[in-house]
């Protein structure tokens, strides 16, 4: 009855010359079928729908007006691969998911899929968001940022079916959906604290991350890898996990965000006071100290970026632990 209903639906929009309508309808198909099984249909359908569109045209979805309209937001790809620094084998793993989706056809020639499904886990402000922006902005797919806290507070007791909704968005709307916080869901089940219906929750999304994925791309996020249920792991194509920044990293940022305003040697002596900081806190302590220097107008020293720190951290410690 489902199948039918969007048969109907796909000549409806045929006729009336409705091309986007066309091709959600067309993708909601392909979904079916993959889910089905049926997985060369499903191939076949969207390399059709790929073929007609526009050159690098990426449908986009507004969430406005929908149940999701609080959960999912679209946020701007304002960051590529030469603004990030992370480690090389983070690097390479982050290109290898932007080549693997770049080649998706010629992988799926061979029979094989690109990596769609990532878990990222760290501790706060060490990348995990601006690593889900680079891989939007290098694939050309949007970037929408999944608040999993609100879906899970607004709809518990039908927190499964939006999920379910959630997951029919993802396979005909393309792009790179950021599960924010995924603790909030993907706790333990054995945990003393979980109530049946949060388990139920559980399940229901490891059974849809089983699902292809139609030109999407899936990342979880969490600041806390040991609450997650050890189920979800076997689920990602790839686990990355985000470290706080080694010394040499630190002087490699130190040297994207300060600009030469400094000399190297200023920023190696530099480098010691952010260790134990995320790159979140140490990119803050860049601008604030460049507007200091800015709105004083006098050089930027040593001296004005270690109290900078010190004020961006008085009263709070946000070393990780």
């Known amino acids: 009855m489902v199948q039918n209903d969007r048969i109907l639906a796909l000549l409806n929009a045929h006729y009336q010359d409705d091309k986007e309508g066309f091709n959600t309808v067309a993708l909601q198909i392909?979904?079916?079928?993959?889910?089905?099984?049926?997985?060369?249909?499903?191939?076949?359908?969207?390399?059709?729908?790929?073929?007609?569109?526009?050159?690098?045209?990426v449908l986009r979805m507004s969430f406005m007006n929908t149940a999701l309209s609080d959960s999912v937001v679209e946020e701007l790809n304002l960051y590529t691969l030469d603004d990030i620094v992370v480690s090389e084998e983070i690097r390479t793993r982050i290109e290898r998911t932007i080549m693997e989706y770049q080649e998706r056809e010629l992988l799926e020639r061979n029979g094989l899929q690109n990596r769609s499904r990532l878990l990222f886990?760290?501790?706060?402000?060490?990348?995990?968001?601006?690593?889900?922006?680079?891989?939007?902005?290098?694939?050309?797919?949007?970037?929408?940022?999944?608040?999993?806290?609100?879906?899970?507070?607004?709809?518990?007791?039908?927190?499964?079916?939006?999920?379910?909704?959630?997951?029919?968005?993802?396979?005909?709307?393309?792009?790179?959906?950021?599960?924010?916080?995924?603790?909030?869901?993907?706790?333990?089940?054995?945990?003393?604290?979980?109530?049946?219906?949060?388990?139920?929750?559980?399940?229901?999304?490891?059974?849809l991350t089983e699902q292809p994925l139609i030109r999407s791309i899936v990342i979880a996020a969490t600041n806390d890898m040991k609450v997650l249920d050890k189920a979800l792991f076997r689920r990602f194509d790839d686990v990355v996990l985000f470290m706080l920044?080694?010394?040499?990293?630190?002087?490699?940022?130190?040297?994207?965000?300060?600009?030469?305003?400094?000399?190297?040697?200023?920023?190696?002596?530099?480098?010691?006071?952010?260790?134990?900081?995320?790159?979140?806190?140490?990119?803050?302590?860049?601008?604030?100290?460049?507007?200091?220097?800015?709105?004083?107008?006098?050089?930027?020293?040593?001296?004005?970026?270690?109290?900078?720190?010190?004020?961006?951290?008085k009263g709070f410690d946000v070393k990780a632990g």
């Open 30 to 57: 392909a979904a079916a079928e993959a889910r089905a099984g049926h997985r060369v249909a499903a191939q076949e359908i969207r390399k059709i729908v790929d073929k007609n569109r526009s050159a690098g045209k």
């Open 245 to 313: 920044p080694t010394k040499a990293e630190i002087v490699a940022l130190l040297q994207k965000k300060l600009e030469k305003r400094v000399s190297d040697k200023t920023m190696e002596n530099l480098a010691g006071s952010f260790v134990g900081y995320s790159q979140a806190v140490i990119c803050a302590v860049c601008a604030d100290a460049i507007k200091t220097s800015i709105l004083t107008n006098k050089p930027l020293t040593k001296a004005m970026i270690e109290e900078s720190l010190r004020q961006r951290v």
């Open 121 to 207: 886990g760290g501790p706060s402000g060490t990348g995990k968001t601006m690593t889900a922006s680079v891989i939007a902005n290098e694939t050309g797919l949007p970037l929408y940022v999944v608040q999993l806290e609100k879906i899970v507070s607004r709809f518990l007791g039908s927190t499964s079916a939006k999920l379910a909704e959630l997951f029919e968005v993802i396979n005909t709307h393309p792009g790179v959906y950021l599960f924010d916080e995924f603790d909030a869901i993907g706790t333990e089940r054995e945990r003393d604290n979980e109530v049946g219906e949060m388990r139920r929750i559980l399940n229901s999304f490891l059974k």
